[in-house]
C-alpha cells in the first residue's frame, strides 16, 4: 500500500473545507491534526462537537482505508471528555479494534497540543471496493 498516495486521497473535500489533515498512515493506524479557526467554534466559545465528530471520522476512516479498500461509516459513538477551549490543535489518532470481512472497528482518541484527552470515539466503517 502506498500510504503517501493514500492520504493524498484523504485530503480532499469536505475535510479540506474543514482543515483536517491526514499526517500519518500505516497498516491499521492513522494521525492528523486541525489547526483550530474562529469559524471551528459555537456560540459558548468552545469549538462545536460535530468538529471533533469529523476529526474521528476522518481518522478513523484513514486507518480503516489503510487496509486497502475505500469505506463507508456504518456508525460512529463519541465521548465529550472536556470542552475545547484555548486550544491552538487538535490532534486525532487511530487504533485498530477489529477486521472484519466486511466491516471494520476503530477507536480514535482527540487530544489538544498539549495532549490533553478531548474526545473518544468509536468508529464502524463497511469495506468498499479496493483503492486503485
Known sequence: MDFERLKEIRNIGFTREVGVNTTDIAEGYARGE??????????????HGGVL??????????????????????????????????CKKLIGE?????????????????????GREIALATMTYYYLQEII
Open 34 to 47: 486541525l489547526e483550530l479557526r474562529p469559524e471551528h467554534g459555537n456560540p459558548i466559545g468552545s469549538v
Open 53 to 86: 465528530f469529523t476529526i474521528a471520522d476522518t481518522i478513523g476512516g484513514a486507518a480503516a482505508t489503510s487496509r486497502g479498500r475505500f469505506v463507508t461509516t456504518v456508525s460512529g459513538n463519541i465521548h465529550y471528555l472536556r470542552p475545547v477551549m484555548g
Open 94 to 114: 487511530s487504533r485498530e479494534i477489529k477486521i472484519g470481512k466486511n466491516m471494520c472497528v476503530y477507536d480514535v482518541m482527540i487530544t489538544d497540543e498539549t
